[in-house]
């Protein structure tokens, strides 16, 4: 079993920076695809960023040069920094792990982006 823990997620103004992370627990697999996915308010959830094992990273077009994902083998930990924020960017957003054909998701932390 695999657990995912989020942490970093809050209130910050547009044009301000949060950064998130998320900590594995569990039986962690060498090779996996970690990432966040996001889910505003009456909208489908949405891959954010993504990025393997071997830190191949992908972005979703709205985000591309503003934030950058990144992880920690050592600590199973996963992390999204994200600069120039703007208010369409508020939403929930999710830690995934996939590994082995499973998809494990954390509880989500709260991203709002207003004045």
């Known amino acids: 079993q695999v657990q995912l823990v989020e942490s970093g997620g809050g209130l910050v103004q547009p044009g301000g920076s949060l950064r998130l992370s998320c900590a594995a627990s569990?039986?962690?697999?060498?090779?996996?695809?970690m990432g966040w996915y996001r889910q505003a308010p009456g909208k489908q959830r949405e891959l954010v960023a993504t990025?393997?094992?071997?830190?191949?990273?992908n972005y979703v077009d709205s985000v591309k040069g503003r934030f950058t994902i990144s992880r920690d083998g050592a600590k199973n930990t996963v992390y999204l920094q994200m600069n120039s924020l703007k208010p369409e960017d508020t939403a929930v957003y999710y830690c995934?792990?996939?590994?082995?054909?499973?998809?494990?998701w954390g509880q989500g932390t709260q991203v709002t982006v207003s004045s």
């Open positions: 995934h792990l996939q590994q082995l054909g499973t998809t494990y």
């Open positions: 569990g039986t962690i697999f060498r090779f996996n695809l």
């Open positions: 990025i393997t094992s071997g830190g191949a990273t």
